[in-house]
């Protein structure tokens, strides 16, 4: 786009010919940085206002993990995002680059639509971080004199990115807001307060923000996912997480984006917390997303009866969600005589006051 500068990208690799195997790919897009060393990436890193690090992994004296210790240690590149290089593909180190705070990995030989596709994702999840951050934090400052204003400009702002996160995903269009409405009439019904229903409405609103992370052709997908794309899919809890707990002003939304998908017997993901040390936020927002799913349509069935939805719900009482939160949901589909809480229906016609 005119005016816009192209992101800054360090390439650090000790290999010359891999070095300007990568300036090549990205010569075209990006202004590119080089170091062949660690000592000289946390010297530029120093000097120089970057978008992204690649960083290979095997390097002589300071390899990749020392050095995205040091950057991390920073304050000016603690946040900075980093993919690392690699030559492997053994599991554990990649287990090991993730713990460390890599973003991705990017196997040599390098395949340049692939590395290309990886850079552009994690680029875009963190200008959408800092950007959203910048944005809200403008706006409470600018109007903190009109609270009721403010509230009411937050909820449209979040709306508008679950409709955005939502549009990725041709198959869950207006999901992100039922999962709301659903999780604040649980937790109304629960006994929690005005403010903590407030509190995981938003919760709802973005628990999948860290689908923005998921390739569009995976997440629309007609037919079944392999398992390296359902592992793909199984990252947005991580990515959600990291998006919303980095930003100050509304870190506490972080904890639906994370553990929605940890079930109460210990097999969900991505931490498999099990019963009462899943936060309650999230075993409220795991029923409302599981309702949801099924009673909306997908490409291969239509949104499921609701005995069906019952069934499945009651199944999983006690394993995969919290039983007093499926006892609520159930209770919100009884007084639910004609089914309007399915995709589709109107919003005001669910069996609940909020």
Known sequence: MEGVMPARILVVDDDAISLRVVQRILAKYYQ??????????????????????????????MDGFETLRLIREDEKSAELPVIFLTATDDAEVEARGLE?????????????????????????????????????????????????????FVEQTMLTLAHTIDAKDRYTSGH??????????????AGRSEEEQRVIYFMGLLHDIGKIGVPDEI???????????????????????????NMESIHELSVGARWHH??????????????????DAARIIGVADAYDAMSSSRSYRNYLPQDVIRGELVKGRGTQFDPGYVDIMLAMMDEDKDYRMHEGSEMDAMPHSV
């Open 176 to 189: 992100s807001a039922r999962v709301a409405l659903y999780s604040r009439e649980i937790s109304k019904r």
């Open 32 to 61: 590119v940085e080089t170091a062949t060393s660690g000592s000289e990436c946390l010297e530029i890193v120093r000097r120089v206002s970057l978008d992204l690090i690649l960083l290979d992994i095997q390097m002589t004296g």
């Open 100 to 152: 460390a705070g890599a973003e991705d990995f990017i196997r040599k030989p390098f395949v340049p639509k692939i590395m290309l596709h990886r850079i552009r994702h994690v680029l875009e999840i963190y200008r959408l971080r800092y950007h959203l951050e910048s944005e809200v934090s403008r706006q409470i400052e600018a109007t903190v004199e009109k609270q009721k204003k403010l509230e009411s």
């Open 219 to 245: 997440l629309n997908k007609p037919g079944k996912l392999t398992n390296e794309e359902y592992a793909a899919i199984k990252k947005h809890p991580a990515v959600g997480y990291k998006i919303l707990n």
């Open 262 to 279: 940890e079930r109460y017997d210990g097999k969900g993901y991505p931490d498999g917390l099990s019963g009462k040390d899943i936060p």
